[in-house]
Every structure is written in structure tokens, then in C-alpha cells.
């Protein structure tokens, strides 16, 4: 029999268990086991010992599925999303009171306090504070969770502008005079800017600057709320903290622009023995150890910010227990990281809840921002990874898109959804903040929950138990701080086209994996009998993109584990330095004799994958195989796979819009298969079917529909916590022609709403007599107006439109923004400003006319 862990076991106690059942050999007889599992000694020297029988163990397992699945079936608050709640105008108690409950009702948890663009009561203000307060309270009442933001508005590191001394921890940039004949450069503050409350960004890689951003930003939601912490208010959010704020990287202008922090030429003299500010030409054009000077600058700041924001942020939330969660900027791709955070890996070591920016309609842009979270959290042991996302998606985005948006974030690993955004007020420019507006403002709202269910389940399961992941790639940042070339992108950005095929190759094969990040293995690495162990994972294969430079440390664990016959599949040649320098590079060639080589030449990418795909087969570490039923490769469908209180989890995704795929899944590894069935466990109305399947030794064949951008949830379970009577269905539905033709339907069209007309479309004037405009849609207005209408000048507009209709209606209603800040006629008739309610969000007001 197995090894028993004893996952229960108070901390005072040493819990001795013993198991013993029955076996029968070749003749019958039958013989007693016994085994016993002793967990870590502690403090108290109590002793337990529990007899069960293999009946009552089975019994255990079969409790354990029961309760795993009545949490499945009713998803605790902390599985649903909560959204970025945008406090963009007058805040008014009873308002925000009405929205948290309709948040809850559409099948949300509560959202982070966001100040937001177009909030008119004060940030920070007695006003503030008290909305604040009461959005806490009713949370409590409503048995939910609410979340602090630590910024006004976006991104975080400035304080609303309410930080002392102000100039002396501003953002600092190194720019460089390009294109140039003599090489020349200056260090220059960032200017203050409307945007950050006319003061500049914070220089984040400076500890003094942080702490004073602590002071002014995190202090007064501690000293207001702290009770609270870690309670109702169960997240303080952190958005796009950076050390370099300058998103034109690829804009020419007569200088550019780097990263600098106060006294960096000191530290990099302490740090490395050499002086910065000499080589500094080394970083625009390949003048001396240019590499070795690139490296270095870059490693060095990445370093300071993580100790000064990172570490010490998180500090200060450990220390009021008030769990630190959100995301870094710009952690999509390798160039853009190496930019402005130097590296994203490492930092969410220093987060509780770690997460990242998933933007627009699409899925394919975020694999690697989404794999490093993902990979960083399971080494780690965050149980929770957070995904802002469908941010600029637009007012349109139906449920098919959130959907598929919301599976594919699932299968790399996300479990906390973050929606872009709940607009607490639509009116004037708030409406086109960045949409949608996922709140009681869509039509659909009286349906929102039935997605959200779905979410909540999909999010609770893939938060339990434990990830099944054994193969690791090198995530290669170091190479790219190396090779970073700033005046000519193009280099890096094809790295980046390069390592982001390789790890959609990797997941089209459906081979699950993580990333491992150098300055992790080096904290966390080891190797064992197992594999090469990060933290709370072990790889039993290891893949190393083309790299110019590695850690020594990383040489070292892959020497060792390539003598302990690990097989490591590498792609180019060994690297011609290590961290950064030219030297000890024979450690580097003797890794690379005994490591499967790749020679793909223009497709090496392609090549990497079937060695890693053989390596797979050949080392038992392939957990499933997809084919579609002719038998073709189906790279679109990715998976993730966990173990969870005695049951196989496998997630399904269908990544592809366009296409679906009737499929053929062989599940492999799965312990004891004879003795456990296969579960459908729909997470749309939270029920369960038996599948039809040909059991295997060692797993299970399924065949499998997944529509375009599908999903689903396979569960293996043992076959005694299978309750009797359960539906068994097929999932891959068979299609019958019985040749009746069916025929004399009738439609009919009815509205659940109100007959609307949107009217988009006006004539203008600016002042009391100008002249009239031709008629314009209204962003075009908009934009003629630019500033004249924002500095008062008076401006009429007329719209014109035409009905017909088969008689009058007993009610017509006008909506309109703010009415009382208008003169409204309708055909030559004043309308009074007395509201009859609102249509859609509490700002649009009815006007009876």
C-alpha cells in the first residue's frame, strides 16, 4: 500500500497512523499489512494512534469527493470575481450600498475600491474615508469580501501626490543624447505631470521613496480600517508598480531615455567593482564588454526594486495581515519586463496573491505573462493567482467572449478573477473608461450570474490540491538583459517571437509546464532522486531556450541532475558567459555534452518540441494524449492537470474561436485506474455525469467534443464515491438521421425592455449666436469642443430624428445626463429637470416629455 499523509495532524501532536487490510496470495490465504506513517516530530510529545481499516480509508476517500464536490457544486465568495469597483463620481453611502448588493446578486463577490477618473469626492477625504466605511460595513452584512486599492486612479507610486519632499523621491531617467557623434548624457527627475496631481512618479527602486509612499498611501486605510484587515477587507491591490515609467520605448526621439534610481553609480561600484558611468555608452551601442555592462546595470536594478517596493510593501502587509495582491507592469513580454521591472518572477515571490494584466479581446498575447505567475505561485505555495482582465474589451463583449477569455486564463493556472471594471457612474467621459463596464449598467445583468457560477466552480476546483507539472523551461530574462538593445528593438522583440512559439509548442503538445527563473532556482533549488526541485514543484524534464548567459548556481543543480541521468533538452549552443561575464564557461559545455542537443536550424522550435515530446513519452512524464478522431494534432487544446482529496482533475480547453475538434483523450498516470471511473463535472449548472470510456491500466481513452473555445472538467474518482443512479452519457454525443422532415415553425420577435432609440448623431454651435454645424456624430463633437466646452463656454447642440409609429405611446421618456445642468425643449417644448427615475446607470436620468 501507499504512503499516508496525515494532511490534519495538529501542530502538537505526532500522529501515528496504521492501516491494515487483507490480501490474498496465489492460494487463498490471506495475509495482514500493516504500515505505519509518521509525520515531523513536534513541541508536544501526545501521541494518537488510529486504526482504519482499508474499508474505512476508502470510506475516508469517499467523504473527502463528497465534500470536494458540494463546494464544487456551491462555490464559497472567494472563488467569484471581484471587480475593479471605479469610484469615479460624488460618492453617495446609500448609492454605493445599492451597487455591493446588486454586485453580490449578479454572482460576485465585493470588489477593490478603486478611485477612478471623474471622482468628485475628495481621495482620501472625510468624505472619502466614511464611503470607505460603509462600503466595509454592508459587506460585512452581506457576508462578503471587499478589497482596498492602494493608488488614486493608476499606476501605483505616487500617492495621490500627497508625499512630502516630493522632488527628492521622484522618478530619475539617465537620457542619452541618439543618434550622437559624441557621446553625451545627463540624470534628470521626471517633470511633474497633470496625471500624477502635478507631482512626478515615485522612483520605486529608491526604499526611502517607498517608505514614504507607505506612509501616505497604506497608513491611513491601516489606521481607519485595520480591525478589519484580514477579515471583511481581505486584499490591499497594488497596480503597476514599475522602476521605469516610459511606455514610448520604441518612439526616436533626440535622446533616450533609461531607468535610474538615486545613488546607482555607487551601488553598482559596490556591487560589481567597477564604475557605471564610464561604460554607460554600453548600453546604446556595442562599445567594450557591452554585454557584461548591460547585464549588470539591469540585474542590479531589477535587485533594487524588488528589495524596495517588493519585499518591503509586502512587509508591511505581513505585518497588519492584510494580504498584499495585484500585478506589475508590463509583464507580457521579455522585452517589456526587462524595461521597467527587470524581471516579474521574482517579484511575486514578494506577493500573497500575485496576478497579471490580461487586456482586450484576444488570448494568445499573454502566455508568458500568465505562465510566470502561474509557476512563480505553484513554487512558491500561493494557492491564489489573480488576472485582471477584459479590460478594453469593449461595451460588446458578450458571454462567449468571457468565456473563452476566462477558460484560457483557467488553464494556465489563474484562480482569482479581477473584472475590468464596475463603473459606479457612466456619466460624461466615464463611460469610455478603458470598458466594459461589467455591472447592473449592461442589459444582461439579470443573467450575469449564471456565468459567474460558472466561474466560481471552474476557480474553486483549480484552487484545491495540488498541480501535476514536470517539466520546467529556463525562463531566459537574464539572456535578455544581456542582449538588450535599445536603440534597435527589433533584436529583442524577435527573442521574444522565438521563447513565446516555443511555449505555445510546448502547451499544443499538450505537455503542461512552469517557468523556472534563475534568481528562484537559486533560493529554491535542488536535486533529489525526484528531479530538480523548485520550491514546492520537481521537474523531471528540463528545457533551456537559446541563452547567452546562466547563473552559476543554475549550472551547477543542472550539472547535477544531468549525472543523476535527468534528461535536459537544450536548444543552441552552450552559453558564452555566466551571469554576465566571460567566464566559467567550461561548467556550461559539460552540461551541454550530456544534454539532448536541438539542431532545427530555421525551425528550432519546432524541433524542441518533439524532444521534449520524446522526452515526455520516454521518462513516463505525459499525463494526457490528444489526437482528433482522424487522428490529426489538435495544438489549439491545452489542459491543466491536478490532485485534488483523492481525485484526478483534468481541465479542457479549447483555445481556437473558429474551430472545434471531435477528439480522442488517453488520460495517463493515474493511480489505481481499474478501481476509479470517469466524471463529467459541469461547472455551468453544477452537475455530474458517468462517461462512457475504455478503462486502461494505468488511465483512461475518452472521446471528447470541445467546441470552439469549449471546455470542460474530467474527474477521476474512486468508483465507490460514485453516488448510485448517476446519469452515464457520452462526451462525444452521437448525431442520429432518422429522415423525418420537420417543418411548419412560426417565430415571433418580443422585447423583455423598453423600445429605445440611441441618439448619436447632433448639430452644434459654440457661444449664443454662432452658426450651426452639420450634423456629427457625438465623439466628433466631442472632439471639435476640445477645451472650450471644459473652460465654460456656452455651446447648444440639436438633434434631430423621425418615428413612426402606429399611435401614440401612453409614455415617452428622454434620457439625460445631469438634466439640471441643461435648458431641454422638445419640438420648441421646455422640458422641466424633474428626473422620473434612470435608465440603465443612476446618472441617466428620464425626463417625461
Keep these: 500500500m501507499n504512503a499516508v499523509q496525515a494532511n490534519s495532524a495538529p501542530m502538537y501532536t505526532t500522529l501515528r497512523i496504521a492501516l491494515w487490510g487483507y490480501i490474498a496470495d496465489v492460494h487463498s490465504a490471506h495475509k495482514k499489512m500493516y504500515q505505519t506513517v509518521l509525520p515531523a516530530a513536534s513541541p508536544r510529545r501526545r501521541r494518537i494512534t488510529c486504526f482504519c481499516s482499508q474499508e474505512g480509508a476508502m470510506s475516508a476517500t469517499k467523504t473527502a469527493v463528497e465534500r470536494l464536490w458540494k463546494r464544487f457544486v456551491r462555490p464559497a465568495a472567494e472563488f467569484r470575481s471581484a471587480p475593479f469597483w471605479a469610484l469615479n463620481d460624488e460618492l453617495r453611502i446609500p448609492e454605493l450600498k445599492r451597487q455591493l448588493t446588486l454586485m453580490v446578486q449578479g454572482g460576485m463577490q465585493g470588489g477593490f475600491l478603486h478611485s477612478r477618473e471623474g471622482l468628485v469626492t475628495p481621495y482620501l477625504s472625510a468624505a472619502w474615508n466614511a464611503s470607505i466605511r460603509a462600503c466595509v460595513e454592508h459587506a460585512k452584512d452581506l457576508g462578503t469580501r471587499i478589497y482596498l486599492y492602494d493608488e488614486d486612479r493608476w499606476p501605483s507610486g505616487f500617492a495621490s501626490g500627497r508625499i512630502r519632499n516630493a522632488p527628492r523621491h521622484a522618478m530619475q531617467f539617465l537620457r542619452i543624447k541618439y543618434p550622437y557623434r559624441r557621446f553625451s548624457y545627463r540624470i534628470a527627475p521626471m517633470e511633474p505631470d497633470p496625471w500624477f496631481n502635478n507631482t512626478g512618479f515615485l522612483d520605486q527602486a529608491n526604499p526611502e521613496a517607498v517608505r514614504a509612499f507607505i506612509e501616505a498611501g497604506y497608513e491611513p486605510y491601516r489606521r481607519l480600517f485595520g480591525c478589519e484587515f484580514g477579515r471583511t477587507i481581505r486584499g490591499m491591490f497594488t497596480d503597476e508598480p514599475q522602476y521605469f515609467l516610459h511606455p514610448k520605448l520604441s518612439v526616436r526621439t533626440p535622446e533616450l531615455l533609461f531607468p535610474w534610481t538615486r545613488d546607482l553609480s555607487r551601488l ?18 556595442p562599445v567594450g564588454d557591452y554585454r557584461m555592462v548591460r547585464y549588470h546595470y539591469y540585474r542590479l536594478l531589477h535587485e533594487r526594486f524588488r528589495d524596495s517596493f517588493g519585499r518591503q510593501v509586502h512587509a508591511w502587509c505581513r505585518a497588519h495581515r492584510i494580504p498584499l495582491v495585484g500585478h506589475y507592469d508590463n509583464e507580457d513580454t521579455l522585452t517589456a519586463q526587462a524595461s521597467v521591472i527587470g524581471a516579474a518572477m521574482p517579484l511575486y515571490r514578494h506577493m500573497d496573491i500575485p496576478g497579471v494584466d490580461h487586456l482586450a479581446r484576444q488570448v494568445h498575447e499573454q502566455v508568458l505573462s500568465h ?106 530574462i537574464e539572456t535578455v538583459w544581456c542582449t538588450f538593445d535599445r536603440p534597435e528593438l527589433w533584436r529583442s522583440r524577435a527573442y521574444d517571437r522565438m521563447f513565446d512559439r516555443l511555449l505555445k509548442g510546448v502547451l499544443g503538445a499538450q505537455l503542461d509546464f512552469d517557468l523556472i527563473d534563475e534568481s528562484l532556482l537559486e533560493e529554491l533549488g535542488s536535486v533529489s532522486g525526484e528531479g530538480l526541485a523548485v520550491g514546492r514543484m520537481t521537474y523531471r524534464i528540463v528545457v533551456v531556450p537559446p541563452v547567452v548567459t546562466l547563473r552559476r548556481n543554475t549550472l551547477s543543480l543542472l550539472q547535477r541532475y544531468v549525472d543523476a541521468g535527468g534528461p535536459v533538452v537544450v536548444m543552441g549552443p552552450s552559453p558564452e558567459r555566466v551571469e554576465g561575464a566571460r567566464s566559467g564557461r567550461a561548467l556550461a559545455c559539460a552540461v551541454w555534452e550530456r544534454a539532448v542537443r536541438v539542431s532545427g536550424g530555421r525551425d528550432v522550435v519546432r524541433a524542441a518540441v518533439r524532444r521534449v515530446d520524446a522526452a515526455a513519452r520516454a521518462h513516463g512524464v505525459r499525463d494526457v494524449s490528444v489526437a482528433t478522431v482522424s487522428g490529426n494534432a489538435a495544438p489549439s487544446v491545452w489542459y491543466q492537470r491536478r490532485t485534488v482529496e483523492g481525485a484526478d482533475v483534468f481541465f479542457f480547453v479549447n483555445t481556437d474561436r473558429e474551430r472545434g475538434y471531435d477528439l480522442r483523450v488517453t488520460l495517463h498516470r493515474i493511480a489505481e485506474a481499474r478501481r476509479k471511473v470517469l466524471l463529467w463535472w459541469d461547472a455551468r449548472d453544477g452537475t455530474r455525469q ?93 472632439a471639435h469642443f476640445g477645451r472650450e466646452v471644459r473652460d465654460g463656454t456656452p455651446f447648444s447642440l440639436r438633434y434631430r430624428f423621425r418615428t413612426e409609429l402606429s399611435r401614440r405611446p401612453r409614455r415617452v421618456h428622454l434620457v439625460v445626463e445631469h438634466p439640471e445642468q441643461f435648458r431641454v425643449t422638445v419640438n420648441g417644448v421646455r422640458v422641466p429637470a424633474r428626473p422620473v427615475g434612470f435608465l440603465r446607470d443612476h446618472q441617466f436620468k428620464r425626463l417625461d416629455i
Design 268 to 285: 553598482f561600484k559596490e556591487r560589481w567593482g567597477y564604475d557605471l558611468e564610464p561604460r554607460l555608452e554600453s548600453l546604446v551601442r
Design 371 to 476: 505562465k510566470q505567475v502561474s509557476s512563480a505561485a505553484r513554487q512558491t505555495g500561493k494557492r491564489r493567482v489573480l488576472s485582471e482582465l477584459f479590460g478594453i474589451g469593449g461595451q460588446n463583449l458578450s458571454f462567449e467572449d468571457r468565456a473563452w477569455i476566462g477558460d484560457f486564463n483557467c488553464v494556465l493556472g489563474i484562480n482569482f478573477f479581477v473584472p475590468h471594471l464596475w463603473l459606479y457612474s457612466m456619466a460624461g467621459e466615464r463611460k469610455r473608461d478603458f470598458p466594459p463596464t461589467l455591472s447592473y449598467q449592461q442589459p444582461y445583468w439579470p443573467d450575469n450570474r449564471l456565468l459567474e457560477d460558472y466561474f466560481a466552480r471552474v476557480n474553486q476546483l483549480l484552487s484545491q490540491g495540488a498541480a501535476v507539472c514536470r517539466i520546467g523551461i529556463i525562463h531566459p
Design 690 to 782: 458517468r462517461l462512457r470510456c475504455t478503462r486502461r491500466a494505468d488511465g483512461f481513452v475518452v472521446p471528447l467534443r470541445l467546441p470552439r473555445a469549449g471546455s470542460c472538467l474530467l474527474v477521476a474518482v474512486p468508483e465507490d464515491a460514485v453516488p448510485e443512479g448517476l446519469t452515464v452519457r457520452d462526451a462525444l454525443p452521437r448525431v442520429l438521421q432518422t429522415g423525418v422532415r420537420i417543418g411548419g415553425w412560426k417565430a415571433a420577435v418580443s422585447s423583455e425592455t423598453e423600445n429605445m432609440l440611441t441618439v448619436d448623431a447632433c448639430r452644434f454651435r459654440c457661444g449664443v449666436r454662432g452658426t450651426w454645424s452639420a450634423s456629427q456624430y457625438v465623439l466628433d463633437v466631442r
